[in-house]
């Protein structure tokens, strides 16, 4: 696939959380992009055509007007700057959910973490211990922030719904059952349902894939 500098190009990996958050952004939007696919599985993501684009060795990447942004929650910022969609209204609103995308990276990530032990990589029961109990938090706040709210900002979804969500979206697989937060749930209910809105293993491609919804 040749990638023209004007098209979004997405480089990333169907069991990555860190990848769904902005393919899931992209989908919503319903915007045309590219998807290269980087095989964790054999360790793409350290070969050298790849750390050119990425320096930490770690999906996802986007590529754009001869723009090279990585790390999630820069390219969910970065799309919403530039694309326009997913984006609080007021100055303030747009702060607060960037607050949200730097807490998530501090806490969220603890779901993901519990998920990738259960999963891909067995650690010493300890390890597992230190790990439940903060994600078991961040999934605490998450759910005390949507009392009485739709949205985690604003009255719309933005990128803060989209960033957190999207870390969590494997939390069953960590055996973190969303049964236990009910506000948490009903607000991934209403992400779900949205239009353009799969679970990342359907959502993800594992191929190369070009999509331009427009045209489908
Ligand atoms: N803080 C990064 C985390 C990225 C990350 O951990 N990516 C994982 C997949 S979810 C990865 O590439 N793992 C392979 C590796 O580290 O070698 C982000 O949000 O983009």
Redesign the pocket.
């Known amino acids: 696939m040749t990638d023209n500098p004007d098209r979004l190009t997405l480089y990333g990996?169907f069991t990555?959380?860190?990848?769904f958050k902005p393919m899931l952004y992209l989908s919503l939007a319903k915007l045309p992009f590219s998807f290269r696919t980087v095989n964790?599985k054999f360790g793409a993501?350290?070969e050298d055509w790849y750390l050119a684009i990425n320096r930490y060795?770690?999906?996802?990447a986007l590529a754009h007007r001869g723009l090279v942004i990585?790390?999630?929650?820069s390219i969910l910022d970065y799309l919403a700057r530039t694309t326009g969609h997913f984006e609080p209204e007021s100055e303030q609103d747009r702060w607060h959910a960037r607050e949200w995308l730097s807490w998530e990276?501090d806490a969220i990530t603890n779901v993901?973490k519990v998920r990738h032990y259960h999963r891909f990589r067995e650690v010493d029961p300890a390890v597992m211990a230190y790990f439940q109990p903060l994600a078991e938090a961040s999934l605490d706040v998450i759910d005390t922030a949507l009392i009485g709210r739709e949205w985690l900002v604003g009255d719309h979804c933005t990128i803060a719904d989209l960033g957190c969500w999207g870390r969590m979206v494997f939390m069953a697989e960590g055996g973190l059952e969303i049964d236990r937060w009910s506000n948490l749930k009903a607000w991934s209910e209403r992400i779900t349902a949205k239009s353009g809105y799969d679970h990342p293993y359907t959502l993800i491609p594992k191929k190369d894939r070009a999509f331009d919804p427009t045209q489908e």
């Open positions: 990996s990555s959380s860190s990848s964790l993501q350290k060795g770690q999906v996802p990585v790390q999630s929650n990276s993901a």
